[in-house]
């Protein structure tokens, strides 16, 4: 069962966060509460998002439509290292010719895209 944090919580969880910095992550829609029958609540990974666009936001004062963009980023980056996991584990079920062919194919195109 996933466990939800009032916003009351999570402020007092993480370092940096005040309510006025938290209403404004979740108006930039950086971070989405969830809504329960107490309100908004967040889960345990919204509180390490929150964390990380705390220091983000203090280490480089970044304002909160471009914290929304280094989020994003960092979401798609999160993404494609997921699908990378699962192809990878998918390759190393085929037969040892057809994992040859596949690496001799991504030496192949990761010489042409130096060039």
Known sequence: MTRHFSETEAIAILDGLDPRRLQGFVAAHVVNPVVTAQGAAFTEADLARLQLLCDLSDVYDLPDDVLGMVMSLIDQLNTARGDM???????????????GRIMAHVRSVRVIGKG
């Open 85 to 99: 996991r699962a192809l990878i584990q998918a390759v190393a079920t085929e037969p040892d010719e057809v994992r």
